[in-house]
């Protein structure tokens, strides 16, 4: 069974980076597809981007000049940085897997990330 | 991007009802389309994936239908447990794009 695990900052400020890592266990991140995605209360799901085992990226347009995924095989994770943070980058930010880099069947539990001052 | 959008946004339902949930997509997406299922608190939860095809573990009660831009749901007989949130997603065309969702309550 795969397990994913957001850690973190909660709380960052306006204009800084916020950069997260999603542990993997059950599983390698030398195969599939590992994907972020994050949401605000009461809205729908917003996928920020994914990276494919062999380090290739897919990023949301909305966030593309702003974000970076990448892998670390050796320790069996990948991290989120997202940059020029505004109060709208203030959400539940998940991590996942995507078995061809398109749905996401394993989920972590999600991170609260807050923006603000 | 393509828009999803989702009917009803709130659905009233008793134990027992046969439901159907609707997603319609702003173009074609064939049948890349996902379903998932989302309680307060917690990770959204795979139910469909290719428009049809159940996600392994979960209750055949789920399934579902479509293809092209016209997507459903149905749950056969609502359980207790299914009383959440669920919310479509294409991945036909990048970026990836989520329904804003359907609740099911009682």
């Known amino acids: 069974q795969v397990h994913l695990q957001e850690s973190g900052p909660g709380l960052v400020k306006p204009s800084g980076t916020l950069s997260l890592t999603c542990s993997v266990s059950g599983g390698s991140v030398n195969s599939y597809y590992w994907t972020w995605i994050r949401q605000t209360p009461g809205k729908g799901p917003e996928w920020i981007g994914t990276?494919?085992?062999?380090?290739?990226?897919n990023y949301n347009p909305s966030l593309k000049r702003r974000v970076s995924i990448s892998l670390d095989k050796s320790d069996n994770h990948f991290s989120l940085k997202l940059t020029s943070l505004t109060a709208a980058d203030t959400a539940i930010y998940f991590c996942?897997?995507?078995?061809?880099?398109?749905?996401?069947?394993?989920w972590g539990q999600g991170t609260l990330v807050a923006v603000s001052s | 991007d393509i828009q999803l959008t989702q009917s009803p946004a709130t659905l009233s339902a008793s134990i027992g009802d046969r439901v159907t949930l609707t997603c319609r997509a702003s173009?074609?997406?064939?049948?890349?389309l996902a379903w998932y299922q989302q309680k307060p608190g917690k990770a959204p939860k795979l139910l469909i994936y290719?428009?049809?095809n159940v996600q392994r573990g979960v209750t055949s009660r789920f399934s579902g239908r479509g293809s092209g831009t016209e997507f459903t749901l149905t749950i056969s007989s609502l359980q207790p447990d299914d009383f959440a949130n669920y919310y479509c997603q294409q991945y036909r065309h990048s970026p990836w794009t989520f329904g804003p969702g359907t609740k099911v309550e009682i």
């Open positions: 996942g897997r995507s078995p061809l880099g398109d749905y996401v069947d394993y």
């Open positions: 290719k428009a049809s």
């Open positions: 990276i494919r085992f062999s380090g290739d990226t």
């Open positions: 173009q074609s997406v064939d049948e890349w």
